[in-house]
């Protein structure tokens, strides 16, 4: 049973457009939140973190936010470039009990269009 | 180099075959994590060490799958007998720390290919 969900597999966007890619998490104990933004043939990389007493975190163009009544995240790339094409993880963490291991959901696959 | 580096970055294996992954982590970083990625999913976590203790090895499919980190530094994950299921990129990770506040640095992986 999955304990992280994106269910959107992949999404189309044109370049300066927003582009908001969605993520819920089924496991309570989590209250660290992460996304990852991986490109062909490489490992993730960190893009933007939030916690689970904030219900927001910004920075520069990538903004998430957090909703844990109802188990979900966002995040939200405003403009989209080109660059952005990538496959995006949600990524989650306990804090309080094994907390060094992320649990990844399947990721969505970012296409900017020029 | 300044990052998370694993070889060989791809392998092919005929089934029944043993074969050895390694990683390299960023220098100084205590904690080291392996995950795998199978076609479509995201990784999953398969074992972490803290130095050269191995700390946690409850995502390991199968007793086939062994790692070790002997010195705190570079690690090795083995699988033994290989199957056509274990075919996926093996990912390896580096943080500083343990807790949620320590970034985990990814390496590029390793594709393995079970034929």
């Known amino acids: 049973d999955q304990q992280v969900k994106q269910n959107s597999p992949s999404l189309s966007v044109q370049e300066g457009r927003i582009s908001i890619l969605n993520c819920d998490y089924t496991n309570s104990m989590f209250d660290y939140f992460l996304w990852y933004k991986k490109y062909p043939a490489e490992g993730p990389t960190f893009l933007i973190s939030?916690?689970?007493?904030?219900d927001k975190n910004e920075d520069g163009r990538f903004t998430v936010f957090l909703n844990k009544s109802a188990k979900h995240l966002s995040l939200h790339i405003v403009p989209s470039q080109p660059g952005d094409s990538a496959v995006y993880f949600c990524?989650?963490?306990?804090?309080?009990?094994?907390?060094?291991?992320?649990?990844f959901g399947k990721g969505t696959l970012l296409t900017v269009n020029p | 180099g300044a990052g998370v580096s694993q070889s060989p970055r791809y392998k092919v294996a005929k089934r029944g075959q043993d074969v050895a992954l390694r990683c390299d982590p960023i220098s100084g970083h205590v904690s080291l994590f392996w995950y795998q990625q199978a076609l479509g999913q995201g990784p999953e976590f398969l074992t972490y060490f803290q130095n050269e203790a191995q700390l946690d090895k409850s995502g390991l499919p199968s007793d086939r799958f062994f790692a070790e980190r002997p010195e705190g530094s570079v690690s090795t994950l083995k699988i033994q007998r290989t199957q056509q299921e274990d075919s996926a990129v093996y990912l390896c990770a580096s943080s500083l720390g343990a807790s949620v506040y320590n970034e985990q640095f990814f390496g590029p992986g390793t594709r393995l290919t079970v034929l």
């Open positions: 939030i916690s689970s007493i904030k």
């Open positions: 990524a989650e963490q306990n804090s309080g009990g094994s907390n060094y291991k992320l649990t």
